[in-house]
């Protein structure tokens, strides 16, 4: 299996900067798609970005220009770079990656970090 685990979360004000890691552990593997969601109190989980295969990506239009998804070359990490934070950026924000398990035949996995927590006072 493939696990993930979230950090970076925490509160800041309104204008502030935030930077969220998302580590994923297990054997065998490839990461093929990552996205970042979020989670309001009160309102549905929503996409924020994503980066799809071939490398395209995908952001929410309240997000643009301010957040950035990103990956560390050569390792299992990815980031969710979060500038000019506003408070209704609040939420609980979720990695979720596509992931290719090297088994015989090979599988594809969807997962799920546990979450992490983002307040932006005004």
């Known amino acids: 299996q493939v696990q993930l685990v979230e950090s970076g979360g925490g509160l800041v004000q309104a204008g502030g900067s935030l930077r969220l890691s998302c580590e994923a552990s297990?054997?065998?593997?490839?990461?093929?798609?990552i996205g970042w969601y979020r989670q309001a109190p009160g309102k549905q989980r929503e996409l924020v970005g994503a980066?799809?295969?071939?490398?395209?990506?995908n952001y929410t239009d309240s997000v643009k220009g301010r957040f950035t998804i990103s990956r560390a070359i050569g390792e299992n990490t990815v980031y969710l770079q979060m500038n000019s934070l506003r408070p209704e950026d609040t939420g609980v924000y979720y990695c979720?990656?596509?992931?290719?398990?090297?088994?015989?035949?090979?599988?594809?996995?969807?997962?799920w970090g546990q979450g992490t927590l983002v307040t932006v006072s005004s």
């Open positions: 979720n990656l596509g992931v290719i398990k090297f088994t015989a035949p090979a599988r594809y996995l969807d997962v």
């Open positions: 297990g054997s065998s593997f490839s990461i093929h798609t």
């Open positions: 980066i799809l295969s071939g490398g395209r990506t």
